[in-house]
């Protein structure tokens, strides 16, 4: 026997009205899909202000630093040939030009020692027997001193250089007294030389007819830079 199925259960008479609902629905959501329109953001681009600064450039020059300079040389002589003493009769003479040294710079300037008496009997420029030095002539002291002078610093620096002319007195006990300073360029110069001298050792005094004696010097110190 045959069945058959129901009109109302056969879906293929429904057919055509189910596509169109599914046609309906479709079209809906396409003009809902085009009614929804986000809103536009509108990005703006900013174009990057660049500031320009000017700057002005300076040329940097680096001068040529000098080689330090040598260290000056400095040479500190005693005069030896002018080192002498003559009799209380005879006219001291000297060759050293005095007019090297102009009217400012002449000084004349009596050192005190140390306190002494003042004796009557005036030093001899010259006698029978001389006064000695460590057991050595003129050129011993001279050279004594030449060891011990030390050029000043302040003068070095502001270049003074010149002659000091001293003088000083030989006692009967040995000691060396009574410097005077008789000509110099500058206090610095004359200040150091009677320093050296001041700190003598003593001499071996001089004589005259077997009786010691007072015997007076004069002692040039020369003061130079060598360049």
């Known amino acids: ?5 129901s009109p109302k ?17 479709s079209l809906l959501c396409v003009i809902g899909a085009f009614a929804y329109t986000p809103k536009e953001h509108r990005i703006e681009k900013m174009q990057d202000q660049v500031v320009v600064v000017e700057e002005e450039i300076t040329e940097i020059t680096r001068q040529d630093q000098k080689p330090p300079e040598p260290p000056k040389k400095v040479e500190v002589k005693v005069i030896a040939d002018i080192l002498t003493a003559v009799t209380n009769e005879t006219k001291i003479t000297t060759e050293v030009d005095f007019a090297e040294f ?10 005190e020692v140390e306190e002494e008496v003042v004796e009557d009997d005036q030093p001899f420029l010259i006698a029978e027997t001389m006064p000695s030095f460590q057991g050595g002539d003129l050129n011993t002291f001279r050279n004594w001193v030449q060891s011990n002078v030390k050029y000043p610093q302040i003068a070095l620096e502001n270049g003074i250089q010149g002659r000091v002319f001293l003088s000083f007195v030989i006692e ?3 000691r060396l007294t009574n410097i005077q300073v008789l000509k110099s360029p500058d206090r610095s ?16 005094p ?7 004696v007072r015997v007076k010097y004069t002692l040039p110190v020369d003061f130079r830079v060598q360049n």
């Open 206 to 212: 001089g004589k005259q007819r077997n009786q010691v």
């Open 1 to 5: 026997m045959e069945i058959k199925k």
């Open 102 to 111: 102009d009217e400012e710079t002449e000084i004349i300037q009596q050192v």
């Open 189 to 204: 110069l004359s200040d150091e030389a009677t320093r050296v001298l001041q700190k003598s050792p003593k001499w071996s």
């Open 172 to 174: 009967k006990d040995g």
């Open 9 to 25: 259960a056969d879906l293929q008479n429904k057919r055509g009205l189910l596509l169109e609902i599914g046609l309906i629905f």
